[in-house]
């Protein structure tokens, strides 16, 4: 098989770029952002006395494959132009600031320790999280005020599963300023997991991993499927995910009336003034900011899928949107169950 052709796909128009092929973008970590990133995210690692040094490959989307000790980075991240698409597409970029990327690969890295010292079959391990064979649901219900969890990664991402749970555990403890996280969760049941995975650190200081092979799943070198396509899948993914409970708060506020057709659609209005829409409700704790951010999210997507449009003055419609995000907010927060897609 030949060399592949070099696409200068840099300069495309945002439609002519959904038509190339992931495998034909060439990127690289080297040289990125991302290199910087993973070398950060080693030299924590070493600072614990591990010595779990992941390597990392562009593929679809952050994930750590089962028996390989490294990281798979979404391939978008790799360069502003695609970051751009990215937000165009999905309104927002997973892992897009310095800070949530290495939340998500201190996550990830959690992981990695878990397959380079099959950590899960410890029975202690089982007995504080439970066991990494329980099937991974496709929707999962969180309890936003349960101190069972840490809170780390959005949408209470701990109480989807044990495993999760685990790594969401060990990057508390990985981005902590040296005990901090022992002030954070004093009085919280979390505490014992937290304690726990500090104690299997220390006994895992410097021993060799089991596992150390750098293969690289899914990575985009290998991916056939247009950009275009793998927008297509995750749209599928996502686009489903708004309930309709809102319906009747959003129609009060926005207009789904055949003469309003040519103002602002609601979404764009809230995507456009999600910054200061945020300001308005400036006093949220930690946890409560977490449940307020699907809240939005929610409102936003279920508003598009409405069509519904911004008829009415600007500030007042940012005002009561504001006191109906708050509202919702605290429901969720305090009242109601909700499932959050996997």
Known sequence: MGRRKRVDWENLTDSELLDVRLCDLRLRIEGTWLEEAMQ???????RRGLEIRPHAWLSTEFFVPHGIPGIGIPFYLAHPRL???????????????RAELMMI??????????????????????????RWSQRYPEAYTP???????????????????????????????????????RKDYADWPALEK????????????????????????DAIDNLRMTIGEYYKQKHERYDDSFPSTYDPDLKRLFSDDPKHRHRELASHFLRRNRSEI???????????????????????????????????????????????????????????RKSFAL
């Open 143 to 181: 309890t936003p005020s349960s101190k069972r969890y840490v809170h780390h990664l959005r949408l209470y991402y701990a109480q989807s599963h044990p495993h999760e749970d685990f790594a969401e555990t060990f990057a508390v403890i990985l981005g902590s300023k040296g005990n901090r996280w």
């Open 278 to 336: 945020r300001g308005m409700l400036s006093d949220w704790t930690r946890d409560v900011e977490y449940t307020r951010e699907q809240v939005l999210k929610d409102l936003i997507g279920r508003s598009r899928e409405l069509k519904l449009r911004a008829a009415g003055p600007e500030q007042r419609l940012k005002r009561e949107f504001a006191i109906l995000l708050a509202v919702k907010t605290m429901d969720f927060h305090y009242h109601q």
């Open 194 to 217: 937290l304690e726990y995975v500090d104690a299997l650190i220390e006994r895992l200081r410097g021993k060799s991993p089991r596992l150390r092979n750098k293969r690289r799943h």
């Open 40 to 46: 950060s995210l080693c030299g924590e690692l070493e």
């Open 83 to 97: 970051m751009n698409l990215e937000r165009k597409e999905m309104k927002e970029v997973e892992g897009g600031s």
């Open 105 to 130: 690969l201190r996550h990830e890295s959690g992981h990695v320790l878990d397959n380079a010292f099959h950590l899960g079959r410890d029975p202690k391990v089982r007995e504080l999280f439970g």
